[in-house]
């Protein structure tokens, strides 16, 4: 299903509003004329001087230690190769957005139109004042490896070419896994390699670090075997020649234990998977093509481990498992270099995170129920969210044991709280429910299909691996619009409410919906006719199978977008009322804010059974909820009605359900402020807790806030997502945005799977244009 991004949309992402990925924000306040006096003149003068008396104190009194350049010279980018600093910039730029995201570290990248590695060095060494630390990037071989070393030598900050040692790291976390699960010692087995570049070389020198010997290696580039008659062999590749010139892969795999490949696709066949020794490891890591398919390698041999460098399938050797981390643990220490030993220390605690219990929002992340340990999960995921604070510290550790480190870290508990607070690590839930929903996509009825935003949303959905869509509305219409903006929809069905051709469909679909509905104000002849309504159209086709979920509400009134749902799907058991919550993505952590869109005032009894849906709906999302129930009141600071009626819905909770972590009556502010909270209500159940769920007394109160944290707060919002409806309904606000249905529509995905009730696999063969989207499908590698 996964089609290559288009052009278009790659171009429109980089350009649109700011070009561009990054930015510079400000960390201090400069609003007042005092605040601007202090963050440059007169004020700036003092931490100047204190810098020019200890230099140090540049790591006090501004960015550097948090700052990371990303340098290039563009002569080897991605899968592009030489194409100059300029055209490199897009990468390096997202790979300063990977620092970011994953260990809050702040990123200039650099691009110098500089090919003399000579030169290169000197213009990198005199921005050393600037930086904490240097991350190279996408410089070919063999500059690279010099280029490495002379700046590894001259300066006094943590460098590290990541195209070189980031493979080499993962790949060797993995490589320890698989040897331990095929009951292999590393001193003892046979490596046969394919490739000799940058990445390769740095993989097969760190494998002799762990314990592998020279002697047992095989290694080939494009000019043959590396042998000890060839003139043109480095000193590192020299350790590694061998005596004969006529070795051909083929026959170094023969009896192999070990194949690593940094080389090109579809190079190594099944046969030669089969001529390994016993029990054989193979990291075929060439992208986007391997050396071998994962299917054709697994199914030659059953007592296979093999990794490769794409994320559909298991043990995916990807970078991003160790530069965030490892510059991290760098900067926290002020190392002074990246040494062989904490790149050691990445690998084991690598290692040895992939042997502990997988937290459940990884399962989440990748549909699975229990990974563990095992042939399939050797190396850890990258959406770990334990990641950060197990690899930084085993690297900050490893620097300061090796006399590298200018500013030891003595308190190792309070630095891992740091650690965590530094991303909101709840906050990468987005991306969680974004590769769940790739894992197992559903048919999604977009019932607005004639609107650019939903076209446009629904192109990327399908693009992305997230959902099937099916399209409602006038073909003729969806397509001129589809056709005008470039949009591609060829694969998505259309299907017209108003044309004959649905006609047997919805003489189907009014026969039933008569039923629920026959002594509700409805007789036959309006059923029949409310089928052309597209909004009736698409709740029929989710409660009769025929789709997973619906989305709809961009340009409808939400009462009128809701009440179809609710005639024909109708509630969960036990469920009274329905509700509406908001997901906010804040800086301190998902926010989940309810009722903000269908309960004008609801009783104490009511707003229980509110904050009892959204704690089952934040359960999904693999999070424990902690909710506040606000009002204007504190614990009895008021007598109104309305206070004492969310004190009483917050009596009923805690009776009927004990075990949840909930409080209230309190104002807004009060349980983000856990030190007043402390000082001054000791007693609430919110003491200590993060609070993640806000409860509000009316639908005023609650839209209120969810829109002002949403446009003056800068959260970005998910929603609103209707809870208690018996089926997959969501509707949107009026207007959103492209982004606002993304993430409406990954929502909706994820809440298919949760409660459906066919598995996908067993309703293709009833649909042709979903068995054609099943056979074309590519899972999108990330």
């Known amino acids: 299903m996964s089609q290559p991004l288009q052009k278009e949309q790659a171009l429109e992402y980089h350009s649109k509003g700011r070009p561009g990925k990054i930015e510079v924000v400000s960390t201090k306040e400069a609003k007042t004329q005092r605040d601007l006096s202090l963050a440059y003149s007169p004020g700036v003068a003092e931490p100047c001087k204190e810098i020019f008396s200890d230099k140090e104190c540049a790591y006090k009194y501004t960015a550097k230690g948090n700052l990371v350049a990303v340098i290039s010279n563009g002569t080897a980018v991605l899968g592009l190769g030489n194409i100059g600093p300029e055209a490199s910039k897009p990468v390096m730029e997202g790979k300063g957005v990977l620092f970011k995201i994953f260990a809050d570290i702040d990123v200039f990248d650099i691009e110098i139109n500089e090919t003399d590695p000579e030169k290169f060095v000197q213009i990198v060494k005199a921005l050393e004042p600037t930086f904490g630390g240097i991350n190279l990037e996408d410089i070919k071989a063999p500059e690279c490896f010099y280029i490495e070393r002379e700046l590894r030598e001259q300066l006094s900050i943590p460098v590290?070419?990541?195209?070189?040692?980031?493979?080499?790291?993962?790949?060797?976390?993995?490589?320890?896994?698989?040897?331990?699960?095929?009951?292999?010692?590393?001193?003892?087995?046979?490596?046969?390699?394919?490739?000799?570049?940058?990445?390769?070389?740095?993989?097969?020198?760190?494998?002799?670090?762990?314990?592998?010997?020279?002697?047992?290696?095989?290694?080939?580039?494009?000019?043959?075997?590396?042998?000890?008659?060839?003139?043109?062999?480095?000193?590192?590749?020299?350790?590694?020649a061998v005596n004969r010139a006529d070795w051909t892969l083929t026959e170094a795999i023969q009896g192999a234990d070990i194949f690593v490949g940094l080389s090109v696709g579809n190079v190594v066949t099944p046969d030669m998977i089969n001529s390994m020794a016993p029990k054989p490891i193979v990291f075929a890591m060439a992208n986007p093509d391997p050396e071998i398919t994962y299917e054709a390698a697994t199914s030659a041999r059953r007592d296979i481990i093999m990794a490769t460098g794409r994320s559909d399938y298991p043990n995916q050797v990807n970078n991003v498992l160790g530069f965030p981390y490892i510059f991290r643990g760098a900067l926290d220490v002020r190392a002074k270099c990246i040494n062989e030993e904490m790149k050691l220390a990445a690998v084991k605690a690598l290692a040895q995170l992939a042997k502990t219990a997988v937290p459940d929002i990884v399962n989440l992340a990748y549909n699975q129920r229990n990974m563990a340990f095992g042939p399939d999960y050797i190396i850890p995921k990258p959406l770990d969210p334990r990641l950060l604070i197990t690899v930084a510290p085993a690297v900050a550790k490893a620097a300061i044991e090796s006399n590298v480190a200018r500013q030891p870290i003595t308190d190792w508990e309070t630095y891992a709280i740091e650690l965590n607070k530094r991303l909101g690590l709840d906050n990468q839930i987005i991306r969680v429910v974004g590769s769940k929903a790739r894992r197992n996509p559903q048919r999604i009825v977009f019932a607005e299909a004639d609107n650019q935003k939903i076209l446009k949303a629904a192109s990327i959905v399908y693009e992305e691996g997230v959902a099937y869509p099916i399209l409602l509305g006038n073909k003729q219409a969806i397509n001129e619009i589809a056709t005008a903006n470039k949009i591609d929809i060829s694969e998505m069905p259309i299907i017209d409410p108003h044309s004959p051709e649905t006609d047997e469909q919805k003489e189907r679909y009014a026969t039933v919906f008569f039923s629920k509905r026959q002594r509700k104000g409805f007789n036959l002849y309006e059923s029949k006719k409310i089928m052309n309504?597209?909004?009736?159209?698409?709740?029929?086709?989710?409660?009769?199978?025929?789709?997973?979920?619906?989305?709809?509400?961009?340009?409808?009134?939400?009462?009128?977008?809701?009440?179809?749902?609710?005639?024909?799907?109708?509630?969960?058991?036990?469920?009274?009322?329905?509700?509406?919550?908001?997901?906010?993505?804040?800086?301190?952590?998902?926010?989940?804010?309810?009722?903000?869109?269908?309960?004008?005032?609801?009783?104490?009894?009511?707003?229980?059974?509110?904050?009892?849906?959204?704690?089952?709906?934040?359960?999904?999302?693999?999070?424990?909820?902690?909710?506040?129930?606000?009002?204007?009141?504190?614990?009895?600071?008021?007598?109104?009605?309305?206070?004492?009626?969310?004190?009483?819905?917050?009596?009923?909770?805690?009776?009927?359900?004990?075990?949840?972590?909930?409080?209230?009556?309190?104002?807004?502010?009060?349980?983000?402020?856990?030190?007043?909270?402390?000082?001054?209500?000791?007693?609430?159940?919110?003491?200590?807790?993060?609070?993640?769920?806000?409860?509000?007394?009316?639908?005023?109160?609650?839209?209120?806030?969810?829109?002002?944290?949403?446009?003056?707060?800068?959260?970005?919002?998910?929603?609103?997502?209707?809870?208690?409806?018996?089926?997959?309904?969501?509707?949107?606000?009026?207007?959103?945005?492209?982004?606002?249905?993304?993430?409406?529509?990954?929502?909706?995905?994820?809440?298919?799977?949760?409660?459906?009730?066919?598995?996908?696999?067993?309703?293709?063969?009833?649909?042709?244009?979903?068995?054609?989207?099943?056979?074309?499908?590519r899972k999108v590698i990330q």
């Open 533 to 777: 309504d597209r909004n009736y159209f698409g709740c029929m086709m989710v409660e009769m199978g025929d789709a997973d979920a619906l989305i709809s509400g961009l340009t409808r009134n939400y009462t009128e977008a809701i009440r179809p749902a609710l005639q024909i799907i109708g509630t969960e058991e036990g469920v009274k009322k329905i509700a509406g919550m908001y997901l906010l993505l804040t800086k301190r952590g998902p926010l989940f804010l309810a009722d903000t869109t269908v309960n004008f005032n609801p009783t104490a009894e009511e707003l229980a059974d509110i904050a009892l849906l959204v704690a089952k709906e934040v359960r999904n999302f693999n999070l424990t909820p902690r909710i506040a129930m606000l009002s204007y009141s504190n614990f009895g600071s008021n007598n109104s009605p309305e206070a004492k009626l969310v004190a009483e819905a917050t009596r009923i909770l805690k009776q009927h359900n004990p075990s949840l972590i909930v409080d209230g009556e309190m104002q807004a502010w009060l349980p983000f402020n856990n030190e007043v909270l402390r000082d001054n209500y000791p007693f609430s159940d919110l003491v200590d807790e993060e609070v993640n769920t806000l409860i509000f007394p009316n639908l005023a109160a609650g839209n209120v806030a969810y829109n002002l944290l949403k446009e003056v707060g800068g959260a970005d919002a998910i929603g609103p997502i209707l809870l208690g409806i018996k089926r997959p309904v969501h509707v949107l606000q009026l207007g959103s945005s492209v982004r606002s249905i993304i993430n409406m529509a990954n929502i909706a995905v994820v809440d298919a799977q949760q409660r459906s009730r066919n598995n996908v696999d067993e309703i293709v063969a009833q649909l042709p244009w979903w068995n054609k989207l099943k056979k074309n499908k």
């Open 160 to 240: 590290m070419h990541d195209d070189q040692h980031g493979t080499a790291i993962i790949s060797s976390a993995a490589l320890l896994n698989a040897l331990e699960l095929q009951d292999k010692k590393i001193e003892e087995v046979r490596f046969a390699v394919n490739g000799a570049g940058a990445a390769a070389m740095a993989c097969v020198q760190l494998y002799v670090s762990l314990g592998a010997q020279y002697k047992n290696f095989i290694l080939f580039d494009k000019d043959g075997v590396l042998h000890q008659e060839r003139t043109d062999l480095d000193d590192i590749k020299r350790k590694f």
